[in-house]
């Protein structure tokens, strides 16, 4: 079973940069297509980037397309989520999520593991 711990959450002002760690406490992520997603209060789960097993492909949402970036990190066993220009409306909790089969989706129901989300908050 696939078990998967996000960190690296925080609060920075408007402009800057964060980068979220999504690691594995059990299971191997070389196995799964890796997908980042967000959720604002009162807001529906949106998608932001999915990542492909060796890295090499990603789709990205237009909400972050230019800003924020995915890659993997086999050696630790971990994908990251480099968000950089951060914006008072990325205020939100990320969350990572893992499926076997990469197709690029950035639907929630088509992600079958899920960490238990980081807070970011953009504010000065």
């Known amino acids: 079973q696939l078990q998967l711990v996000e960190s690296g959450g925080d609060l920075v002002q408007p402009g800057g940069s964060l980068r979220l760690s999504c690691a594995a406490a059990?299971?191997?992520?070389?196995?799964?297509?890796i997908a980042w997603f967000r959720q604002a209060p009162g807001n529906e789960r949106e998608g932001l980037i999915s990542i492909s097993h060796s890295g090499a492909r990603r789709t990205y949402s237009d909400s972050v397309r230019g800003r924020f970036t995915a890659f993997r990190d086999d050696a630790n066993n971990a994908v990251y989520l480099q968000m950089n220009s951060l914006e008072p409306e990325d205020t939100a909790v990320y969350f990572c999520?893992?499926?076997?089969?990469?197709?690029?989706?950035?639907?929630?129901?088509?992600?079958?593991?899920w960490g238990q989300g980081t807070r970011v908050t953009v504010s000065s």
């Open positions: 999520a893992a499926t076997m089969r990469y197709t690029g989706s950035l639907q929630s129901s088509d992600y079958k593991y």
């Open positions: 059990s299971g191997n992520l070389d196995y799964y297509a």
